[in-house]
């Protein structure tokens, strides 16, 4: 049975990689086997634990990570536990953005070696992505592409739209530390206890924790107190998930102060 298992999934991964064009092929089989094993342990977690909400996703270039969602999605969840799911991809559809701000100072460009980070980068048409989707996915009504720059699209209209009101898993590939920050915000409200966010570029700069995925997290949670995260998942040289346990803020403020009972205690006794 186990056996049967993964040789289903390691051919599920070669027929994508196979079918996802020029884009694929340079990233390499291993990188997209790993990918692709990353979501199904995702995939695992949320249906096991019954946790239910949209998958989110922020940056998709030409929607094989989309594809790998809904294949591991559809197995795990809606095929085994019987829980429906939706998912929302963000993306300009133009390629990345111009770098601005700290991105500005450390972006890299066609002359570094490594990952290139430049404007246009990753750069695939909607139509190209939807026609990928029909033709590897066939139905897709219960997956929406939502084309345009963050600090445009991402706004509280476009959740009550959608009746976006909480995330199980959400999928960061935005590469920049602005675009990361700007959707982790918006996605704030989403967030519950258990949620899963993923990092695609998690350990690019050099793993560098001033810089990219790594500083929006981190402010992001030390902004929203509330939050903590659990290391989950890791594939690749360059991804990273996390679990996320969200606090009862106004049940702590509601409990008493250990020095503040104290001291009423003395005052009684006097």
């Not at 600090?151 to 602005?178: G, M, P, V, W």
């Not at 040289?237 to 679990?243: D, E, K, N, V």
Request: proline share 2%; charged share 25%.
């Amino acid at each position: 049975m186990i056996y049967d298992t993964c040789r289903n999934i390691f051919r599920t991964v070669s027929r994508k990689i196979v079918m996802a064009g020029s884009h694929t092929k340079k990233r390499g089989l291993y990188e997209y086997q790993e990918q692709y094993q990353h979501f199904y342990r995702c995939m695992i977690f949320l249906g096991r634990n019954g946790i239910e909400g949209d998958i989110l996703e922020y940056g998709s270039a030409d929607g094989t990570s989309i594809t790998m969602l809904h294949s591991t999605a559809d197995e795990m969840l809606a095929q085994r536990e019987k829980m429906k799911f939706r998912i929302f991809a963000f993306d300009s559809f133009e390629g990345l953005p111009d770098a601005t701000g700290l991105d500005q100072q450390h972006h890299t460009d066609s002359t570094t070696p490594g990952v290139k980070f430049v404007r246009g980068g990753y750069s695939f048409s909607q139509q190209e992505v939807q026609k990928k989707l029909d033709e590897e996915i066939g139905n897709t009504e219960h997956i929406s592409l939502i084309k345009g720059w963050y600090e445009d699209t991402l706004t509280q209209k476009l959740k009550d739209d959608h009746n976006i009101r909480k995330a199980s898993f959400i999928n960061i590939d935005c590469d920049y530390y602005e675009s990361t920050k700007t959707a982790l915000n918006w996605c704030k409200s989403l967030i519950q206890q258990g949620t899963i966010i993923s990092f695609d570029d998690w350990y690019c700069y050099k793993a560098s924790e001033d810089l990219g995925e790594m500083k929006a997290f981190s402010e992001f949670l030390k902004e929203n107190p509330q939050l903590s995260s659990t290391p989950y998942s890791q594939y690749s040289w360059h991804g990273q998930s996390f679990i996320m346990s969200v606090k009862e803020t106004d049940v702590l403020e509601e409990q008493p102060q250990p020095a503040a009972t104290h001291a009423k205690k003395a005052e009684a006794t006097a």
